[in-house]
């Protein structure tokens, strides 16, 4: 898989690339990073990205000019190394959010680009023409799209068969079957005087596997109960789940403080 990265701070990408699952993902070859910066498209000597909006206002808005060369060399590099163009994203705070079913949508890909943008905005006409889907990590808002391009790829390249050394792993966390993840508990088996839960250490499989269903649909219906409506709404849940989720609601479970 190829992603494109328009970003004026190149270097900062070299912490999905360089380190971690994502790296060793990169050195087996299952994906590449090609990061482009729009100073090197910039049409005057000062290498300018960014100008004065008009109507006033404060803060900078990034120029559409630098950043459509970029994507048009995107493309042409994309189509000569045999991809078709990828869906072109603009990392925003006003963007839809980012899902898990995005997520996966994408990692089915061969090629994806990504605006890493600065400042107060873009120029809206780039974003009209070029931008497929402007994309957020969440309500909130940071100084620039790197951070969020990265946790995008991270994201991604996890899902990439190969990536994890067990594939059992991106099944089974959070949000792979719409809920959230159950708790999880290592040695020792006593820390402060708390104990493992019994039935993890009985050695039982049908019952660890029911427990942890059970603890992954109180703790999303605790923290977020519109996961619980979207798992309904796309048949995620069984009737057993729902039998239980009904123990839950009217609190015959006796789950409803634990794992705050």
């Known amino acids: 898989m190829r992603f494109d990265v328009i970003t004026i701070f190149p270097p900062m990408l070299d912490a999905v690339a360089r380190h971690g699952i994502t790296a060793r993902a990169r050195e087996r070859g299952l994906w590449e990073l090609h990061c482009w910066n729009p100073r090197d498209y910039a049409n005057d000597a000062y290498r300018s990205v960014d100008d004065r ?8 808005v990034m120029l559409a000019e630098p950043l459509a060369t970029a994507l048009r060399m995107i493309a042409a590099a994309q189509q000569a190394a045999g991809l078709p163009r990828g869906p072109v994203l603009h990392l925003s705070p006003r963007g839809t959010p980012i899902t898990h079913r995005r997520v996966r949508e994408l990692a089915a890909l061969p090629a994806v680009t990504m605006i890493a943008s600065r400042y107060e905005a873009v120029d809206q006409r780039l974003v009209d023409r070029y931008v497929d889907e402007e994309l957020s990590v969440g309500d909130f808002v940071v100084s620039g799209g790197e951070l969020p391009a990265m946790m995008l790829i991270d994201a991604t390249v996890r899902l990439l068969p190969g990536a994890l ?10 949000f792979a079957d719409g809920l959230l993840d159950c708790p999880h ?4 088996e006593t820390f402060e005087g708390v104990a493992v839960p019994e039935v993890l250490v009985s050695g039982h499989h049908a ?7 059970e603890q992954a649909l109180a703790l999303t219906m605790r923290r977020r109960p519109e996961l619980i409506a979207r798992a309904r709404a796309d048949g995620l849940l069984t009737g057993e ?9 009217d609190g015959s479970t006796g789950q409803q403080h634990a794992s705050k």
């Not at 508990?185 to 020792?188: D, E, M, Q």
């Not at 019952?207 to 269903?213: N, Y």
């Not at 789940?241 to 609601?249: G, I, K, N, P």
Request: glycine content about 10%; overall charge positive.
């Open 207 to 213: 019952r660890i596997a029911r427990w942890r269903r």
């Open 53 to 60: 909006p008009y109507g006033g206002g404060p803060g900078m």
């Open 241 to 249: 789940d729902e039998r239980w989720l009904a123990r839950f609601e």
């Open 165 to 174: 050394n067990d594939e059992r792993s991106a099944i089974e966390e959070s």
């Open 185 to 188: 508990y290592t040695r020792p």
